[in-house]
Structures are given as structure tokens and as C-alpha cells.
């Protein structure tokens, strides 16, 4: 027996992981009670490969024994087995194992498995002999030591999973296959007699077994069956379970689930998308069509050595098979295509490329407007055409400033309209007048009628003319609009309308059209959700459910597949150009962000009101108070955006005793008095109605010419034709009230006095200048106050940018504002 001062000490109490077995050695006398556990002090040294001791040298000669700390060791399965057997030889002592109790246990003998078993082996402890047993099999125990000792023969169990299906669960029954034996799993069976031996179950290969069923969805339920949910068995479960080795059985008669391959390409054909592939299982091989014709009203179809189960876009597709057996997807349906697609592997813009191709039966441009429209006009009127003969809507994106109005409008002049519905255009209040306008104007001959204000809306009626209307007045006599058909609708200014949850988006969603054209150069402005919305207009059910859209495009940032994929299945239906890309003849603009520095004054004003407003959101509410955390943040962001614009615009309880000047304002002053005296023209945008006022006083006192419109303003249309036949002044134009509607092409220079949470708000501004008829270079100038929100929220607009560029173009972001970006601006 060898005698030494080492106590080794092997930890169980940590789960098994493939870093391997723990083992630690101290400095101490090997004493212990008469139960076996050690008792006494012991001591942590570094220990030396040049030891004296016998074991510990073995130790650091045994390969995948791997020091982790000065008395720490790391064993590979190889080393442990090497371990056991030498201390067994030797008669080892001063060996102890560390329990779940904590305690340290005396080992007396070590049985351990021969040869190079793959992974990490559990170690057993047996308290009544005192044995520690390192066996790939959990159930190595003393009673199958004299097995373990022959050895045993290696048979890897087969998994047998038995499936019935239930009204609301699906059911299973697991079994393991030894030698043509079969087991249940559930038994407690250890040893099992051949005639060539005795067997031991593989217990842990069993436990890893029951482990992916779980994974793949799978629950115990108290009879030792597995259960699964069967709203999501043949969607997501049975998907996970087939890429398994578990042999799967299905129903009373425990037919085998085939794993057979599909193969299958997609067409598209006017009004029709055709689906035609071939099963292979094995060397048999079936046709598609037969099995889908064969398969309806079930889930599966039958094959020659069992059944095969159809992905889910299949069964509807079996549904869809016409007389002729074709395999025929009506195509209002593209969101079952794509799932088939995305399920086959196959690339959307394939199939969707004849959609992308204008069809030579499309209607052609007469000379008219062959000489009005420009040629990437000519091209989106044709592309729209396109979708208006094979029944899809579509979304004109273009650009601010490049023309959809006039596309949109030789659209309805170049139709082959085969009905006699009347037509419908809905736009914003600000912009309705300018439809008129457009439409006598290039269309003089088409019947207009304006249901608009006090038009009698009984008088709807499903005639052969083009009703202009409002989306407020939309919602307002709903019940009139609905009560007919339309030929074609068409959306102006579609991002007016991108709540899906709000009633004028549903008052637009009972219309009933052949044809919907939305008109939008920002259809995308905060979040991915936007574009479901849209589409759920234009073609209902294109991107599926929104529960469903989400699901799989909620995060495009985080996959590039998805991206991918969602851009090519969108493409043929959303146009969208730049001015950079299409509009050779255009000025040069140049934007520029403009710095200001707050006085102490106003600097004093604004750090007190910043530390004011962050105590009040981070403040947790009294007993009796329901706080409204997000009222508090929004009313934060305002007062403190105002102190940016001019601080007189604050309540009177956050105004200093002492008087302060804005920054901007005196900015403000500084950059008209260089463009107006030079007879010249200068448009400012401001959020704030007072600051408009407050700087249109001030221009007026130097003698300056101004012109003004807000929210409120009714003769706007008179105003613009002023500003634009004026030589020289000042247009001050609220911000919101400006977006849409104006061209002031008679200006060259923009000032932006207050940043916007959108980057869209203040760049359809600015194309109210830079758009088709500007002749001179356009400058633009962003007024920001450094070290405040202001910055925070030019951040949070290029966020924005990146979003909606990314989703039309290269689909690589997204973006919500969420409560931390909020939290943000506050820093």
C-alpha cells in the first residue's frame, strides 16, 4: 500500500460537460469517520511534476490530464480510465469523491471501462462498497461489475417513436430496438439475456434521445407518453423530429414516416402561379401531382414503403389542384408560394421574375404622353400598367419631387379598364385641389367628381367616373364608399395611412378594387411594420399574417437571408427611384448642419430643466398615483426641444429669473440678412407656430417681405403663387404643415430651424424646392444647438435613414424607436 501525505479528491457535485472530470489534491493525513467520510484539515500547494510521490508523477505522465490551477486538474475520459486503473493496482488510498451533500467520500475500489469511448463517461459513486465506477453506461453499477469486467458488447440502440394523433394533442410512445430486441423506454430493465451473452442498455444514449424530442417539442406526460401540441406538430415539430436518426411511426397501423425528398419548381402565369416537382424515396419515384391529387384531406401522402408528409404550403396547394391536375395557385395566394419557396429552398426572384418584365400585351403610351413623360416616368407608368393586367397592387416609391402625381394620372389615361366602375383617388386634404388641378390639366377629358366637403355622398354611385376624395372624409361617410366596387384606387401619400390598427386604415381596408396604386416617396418611416400595412392594402394576404410577417421579418437585421429574401419578394411590386439616379438635368444641392452654441444663460436653463426631467421618469410613484411613465418622457423631449428653439416658449415654472437669448434665433438672423438683402428668397421650416411668428415680426420690422402658412392657414395655394412670382422675402412655413402639397421651386435656400424625429418630415420639406423645374443650385441648411437633444435626435434620424433606405434598397436594417433610444436623448 503506498503511504503519502496527498489527498485526492474527485468532484461529482458539477454536471457533466465535455471540459471533462475535476479533480483537486491537498496536502494532508488521510483520516476518516467510520462512515467513510474524510475528517480533518486540509491544505491547498502547488503541485510539482518533480514530486516524489509516485501517483502524482503517473499524473502528469498520463495524456489528457491537464493542470488548470497550482492543486487543479482537468481528465479527459481516457485519463480517468488510465487513473483508475493504477490507483486500483496499486491499492490507492487517500482517494475521495465530492457528493451533492458536500461531504467527501472514502473510495475503496475503482471499476473502470476499457478502451477509447468518445465524449465524457459519468462517474458513479456506490456508498455501500465504497466503489467509484467511470462507465459510458448509467446503470454500472456493483450488480453489473462482473459484466463491466468481461466487457460488453457495443450495440447502439435503434429509436422507435410511435405517433397518434388526438383531437388536440398528438401522442407518442417511445421504444429502443437492441439486437431485435424492443424496449420501452420507460422501463427500468437494465440487463438483457442473449444467447450470446448479456446486453446492458445504453442509458445514456437513451436520455440523450428523450433529450431532442424535447427539443424538438416534446412533453412527458404522467402515463410516460410523449405528447406534442398539434397546432404546431407538422409545422415546426415533425420538421425537427425527421432530422433526427429516430425511426417515426404513424397511426393504428405504424406506418413508417418516410424522409423522401421533395423537388419542385414554381411558375408564374397570368393570374396563376404552377407548382410541378417529383418525390424520391429511395429509387422510387412519384410524381407531385398524383401524390397532392392522392393526399387531399389528409396530411400526408401514401408512398410504397410507408407515407410521406407534405410541408404545410403543400396542403393548400393540394387544395388548389384543378380538374386538369395541375397544380394551380390563384395569385391573390403568394404568401402560401412563398412559404413552399422558402420551405424547397428556391430563390423568389425566379419565380417572380415575369412580373418584373413588362408584358407585351401591356397597353402602349399614346403620343401624348410619349411627349409629356419623361423617360423614367414612361417606365413606372408602364411597370404599373403591368400589374393593373395581371391583378396585383403595387406602390410607387419615387423619389420627392419626381412625378408620381403625373404617372399615376397616365395610368388611368392609358388603361385597358374592361369595367364600368367608377375610380377613386384618396389623398391628403392639402393635396386634393393640386389632383384636381393635375387632372384638368393633363386629363381634361376624364369625368371628375370631387366627393369632398358638402358633396351629397348618396349620389356614390358604380359609374364610369373618377370620385376625389379625402382619407378623413374616407372614414367619415365610409358606409357610402363601400357600398360600390372601384376599378382603381389610388392612395396618395400612403404613409398618412401606415397604422394598421387606426380606423381610417380601416375604413380604406373595407374598399373593394381591381386595381390599388399607393403613391408614396417615404412608404417606410419608422418600422419594418409599415411595409405589412401597405401590402395588406394592396394585396391582401401577400405577406400573410401580421403575426405571422413579423414572426419571420420582424428582425431582417439580424439575418441576412431574411433580407435577402424579403427584398426579392416585395421587388416586383414596390418602384422606387432617386433624383441622384434618374434626373441628369437637375441643380446640385448641398446640405449642411449649422452649430450653435447656447449662452450661459440659456446652457444654465437647459442642464437644470435636463436634470428636472430625469429625476421625474427615473421617480417611482406614490401609494395613490398611476404614473404614465410615457407621457412624462414625451412632455420631457418637448420642453427641452423648446429651450433649444427659443426658451420663451417654455411654461412659465421652467423660465429663469434672468432673461436668456436663443442661440438659434440669433443664427436665425445672421443667415437672412446675408441671403434677403442680396435679393434673394429664403424658406424656414420650425416646428413651433410662435417661433414662426416671433421670426416673421423681426423680418418684417427690416422691411423684408414675408409670406406665412401653418396648420391653419386655408389660402395656401395663393400664398405659394405669391412667394413665387415675388423677387425677394421670407416664406415661414410650419414643418408639418409644409411637407406635402407645395412647389417652391422659385427659392434656392432652405433653413430647418428645429430637427424632426424623422429625417422623411424635413427631406420632404426641402423637395418642396428640389424637385423637377428647380434651375439653380439648392442649399440647405439643419440648425442644431451642440452638447443637447438636438444631436440626439439628428442620431436617432440617420437610424431612421438607414431603415427606410435599407429595406428599399438593400433591406439591411431595422428599426423601432424603442424605450432605451428614448432614454438616450436624455443622456
Known amino acids: 500500500m503506498i503511504n503519502n501525505t496527498h489527498i485526492w479528491e474527485i468532484d461529482l457535485t458539477k454536471p457533466e460537460s465535455n471540459s471533462g472530470i475535476q479533480l483537486e489534491i491537498f496536502s494532508g493525513r488521510d483520516k476518516y469517520t467510520k462512515a467513510g467520510l474524510f475528517s480533518g484539515p486540509l491544505r491547498r500547494q502547488e503541485i510539482d511534476p518533480h514530486s516524489e510521490d509516485d501517483a502524482i508523477r503517473f499524473l502528469f505522465s498520463t495524456t489528457g490530464a491537464t493542470q488548470t490551477g497550482k492543486n487543479t486538474f482537468c481528465l479527459s475520459n481516457m485519463?480517468?480510465?488510465?487513473?483508475?486503473?493504477?490507483?486500483?493496482?496499486?491499492?490507492?488510498?487517500?482517494?475521495?469523491?465530492?457528493?451533492?451533500?458536500?461531504?467527501?467520500?472514502?473510495?475503496?475500489?475503482?471499476?473502470?471501462?476499457?478502451?477509447?469511448?468518445?465524449?465524457?463517461?459519468?462517474?458513479?459513486?456506490?456508498?455501500?462498497?465504497?466503489?467509484?465506477?467511470?462507465?459510458?453506461?448509467?446503470?454500472a453499477t456493483p450488480a453489473v461489475l462482473p459484466v463491466l469486467e468481461k466487457g460488453y458488447p457495443a450495440i447502439e440502440p435503434v429509436p422507435h417513436l410511435y405517433l397518434n394523433m388526438e383531437e388536440k394533442l398528438i401522442r407518442g410512445f417511445l421504444t429502443f430496438v437492441y439486437d431485435n430486441i424492443e424496449i420501452q423506454a420507460n422501463t427500468k430493465l437494465e440487463k438483457i439475456n442473449l444467447s450470446s451473452g448479456i446486453l446492458l442498455r445504453d442509458f445514456r444514449y437513451e436520455r440523450e434521445t428523450l433529450q431532442r424530442i424535447y427539443e424538438a417539442g416534446g412533453h412527458t406526460s404522467i402515463k410516460n407518453e410523449i405528447t406534442f401540441y398539434k397546432k404546431i406538430f407538422f409545422s415546426k415539430t415533425l420538421p425537427l423530429l425527421l432530422k433526427t436518426e429516430i425511426a417515426l411511426f404513424w397511426g393504428a397501423n405504424?406506418?413508417?414516416?418516410?424522409?423522401?425528398?421533395?423537388?419542385?419548381?414554381?411558375?408564374?402565369?397570368?393570374?396563376?402561379?404552377?407548382?410541378?416537382?417529383?418525390?424520391?424515396?429511395?429509387?422510387?419515384?412519384?410524381?407531385?401531382?398524383?401524390?397532392l391529387r392522392a393526399s387531399r384531406g389528409?396530411?400526408?401522402?401514401?408512398l410504397k414503403d410507408g407515407i410521406l408528409f407534405l410541408p404545410e404550403p403543400l396542403h393548400k396547394i393540394a387544395r388548389c389542384t384543378t380538374k386538369d391536375e395541375k397544380n394551380l395557385i390563384p395569385h391573390k395566394e403568394l404568401w402560401t408560394v412563398h412559404q413552399l419557396a422558402e420551405s424547397q429552398a428556391l430563390d423568389p426572384g425566379n419565380y417572380l421574375s415575369g412580373l418584373s418584365k413588362f408584358s407585351e400585351t401591356v397597353s402602349k403610351l399614346s403620343p401624348k404622353w410619349e411627349m409629356i413623360l419623361r423617360h423614367y416616368q414612361k417606365e413606372g407608368v408602364m411597370w404599373a400598367l403591368n400589374l393593373y393586367?395581371?391583378?396585383?397592387?403595387?406602390?410607387?416609391?419615387?423619389d420627392m419631387g419626381l412625378g408620381k402625381t403625373v404617372q399615376a394620372i397616365a395610368v388611368l389615361c392609358s388603361r385597358e379598364k374592361h369595367t364600368k366602375l367608377p375610380d377613386l383617388i384618396v389623398s391628403p386634404k392639402i393635396v386634393l385641389y393640386n389632383w384636381l388641378n393635375e387632372l384638368e390639366r393633363f386629363a381634361p377629358n376624364l369625368n371628375l367628381v370631387l366627393a369632398y366637403?358638402?358633396?351629397?355622398?348618396?349620389?356614390?354611385?358604380?359609374?364610369?367616373?373618377?370620385?376625389?376624395?379625402?382619407?378623413?372624409?374616407?372614414f367619415r361617410h365610409n358606409e357610402a364608399f363601400i357600398g360600390i366596387g372601384y376599378d382603381t384606387i389610388i392612395m396618395d401619400e400612403t404613409q398618412m395611412v401606415k397604422n394598421y390598427r387606426t380606423k381610417r386604415y380601416h375604413a380604406l381596408k373595407k374598399l373593394q378594387a381591381g386595381f390599388m396604386l399607393a403613391l408614396s416617396g417615404t412608404p417606410i418611416e419608422n418600422n419594418i411594420e409599415e411595409l405589412w400595412s401597405l401590402f395588406n392594402l394592396l394585396n391582401p394576404g401577400m405577406l400573410g399574417s401580421h403575426s405571422s410577417f413579423m414572426k419571420t421579418f420582424g428582425t431582417v437585421n439580424t439575418s441576412e437571408h431574411s433580407m435577402e429574401r424579403l427584398k426579392k419578394i416585395i421587388?416586383?411590386?414596390?418602384?422606387?427611384?432617386?433624383?441622384?439616379?434618374?434626373?441628369?438635368?437637375?441643380?446640385?444641392?448641398e446640405e449642411s448642419r449649422v452649430y450653435c452654441e447656447m449662452t450661459e444663460n440659456q446652457r444654465a436653463l437647459y442642464d437644470t430643466l435636463l436634470v428636472s426631467v430625469r429625476k421625474e421618469i427615473e421617480r417611482k410613484p406614490s401609494r395613490n398615483e398611476i404614473k404614465d411613465n410615457s407621457a412624462a418622457i414625451l412632455q420631457a423631449l418637448l420642453y427641452l426641444r423648446e429651450s433649444c428653439s427659443d426658451p420663451a416658449l417654455l411654461p412659465p415654472k421652467f423660465r429663469s429669473a434672468i432673461p436668456c437669448d436663443s442661440c438659434k434665433m440669433e443664427l436665425f438672423q445672421e443667415y437672412v440678412n446675408r441671403i434677403v438683402p442680396a435679393s434673394d428668397k429664403v424658406i424656414v421650416y420650425s416646428l413651433f407656430p410662435r417661433v414662426l411668428k416671433k421670426m416673421e415680426t423681426?423680418?418684417?420690422?427690416?422691411?423684408?417681405?414675408?409670406?406665412?402658412?401653418?396648420?391653419?392657414?386655408?389660402?395656401?395655394?395663393?400664398?405659394?403663387?405669391?412667394?413665387?412670382?415675388?423677387?425677394?422675402?421670407?416664406?415661414?412655413?410650419?414643418?408639418?404643415?409644409?411637407?406635402?402639397?407645395?412647389?417652391?421651386?422659385s427659392c434656392q435656400y432652405v433653413l430647418i430651424y428645429d430637427p424632426w424625429w424623422n429625417a422623411t418630415a424635413e427631406q420632404q420639406a426641402a423637395d418642396r424646392v428640389y424637385r423637377i423645374g428647380q434651375e439653380k443650385p439648392v442649399f440647405i441648411y439643419h440648425f442644431l444647438v451642440k452638447n443637447t437633444i438636438e444631436e440626439k435626435i439628428y442620431e436617432l434620424q440617420q437610424k431612421k435613414i438607414r431603415l427606410s433606405s435599407g429595406i428599399l434598397d438593400e433591406l439591411n436594417q431595422s428599426?423601432?424607436?424603442?424605450?432605451?433610444?428614448?432614454?438616450e436623448l436624455l443622456s
Open 254 to 291: 405504424k406506418e413508417k414516416i418516410s424522409r423522401a425528398a421533395i423537388s419542385c419548381s414554381i411558375s408564374y402565369d397570368m393570374d396563376w402561379f404552377s407548382v410541378s416537382g417529383v418525390v424520391t424515396d429511395g429509387t422510387d419515384t412519384y410524381n407531385l401531382s398524383e401524390l
Open 298 to 302: 389528409k396530411v400526408y401522402a401514401q
Open 79 to 139: 485519463a480517468v480510465s488510465k487513473l483508475f486503473q493504477y490507483f486500483e493496482q496499486c491499492q490507492m488510498s487517500g482517494v475521495y469523491c465530492r457528493l451533492q451533500d458536500k461531504k467527501r467520500h472514502r473510495v475503496k475500489m475503482f471499476v473502470a471501462d476499457k478502451g477509447g469511448q468518445k465524449g465524457v463517461a459519468p462517474l458513479i459513486y456506490d456508498s455501500k462498497s465504497g466503489t467509484l465506477i467511470y462507465s459510458l453506461l448509467e446503470n
Open 815 to 823: 428599426g423601432t424607436l424603442s424605450m432605451e433610444e428614448i432614454l
Open 698 to 745: 423681426w423680418c418684417q420690422q427690416q422691411g423684408w417681405k414675408t409670406f406665412y402658412i401653418d396648420g391653419q392657414t386655408n389660402n395656401r395655394q395663393k400664398i405659394v403663387e405669391d412667394f413665387e412670382k415675388s423677387v425677394q422675402g421670407v416664406f415661414f412655413i410650419s414643418l408639418k404643415a409644409g411637407g406635402l402639397g407645395l412647389n417652391l421651386t
Open 571 to 589: 421587388s416586383p411590386f414596390l418602384l422606387r427611384r432617386t433624383k441622384d439616379t434618374v434626373l441628369n438635368d437637375l441643380p446640385s444641392k
Open 389 to 398: 393586367q395581371n391583378h396585383f397592387g403595387g406602390c410607387l416609391a419615387d
Open 453 to 474: 366637403g358638402d358633396f351629397d355622398y348618396q349620389k356614390i354611385k358604380a359609374e364610369n367616373v373618377i370620385y376625389l376624395t379625402t382619407y378623413d372624409t374616407l
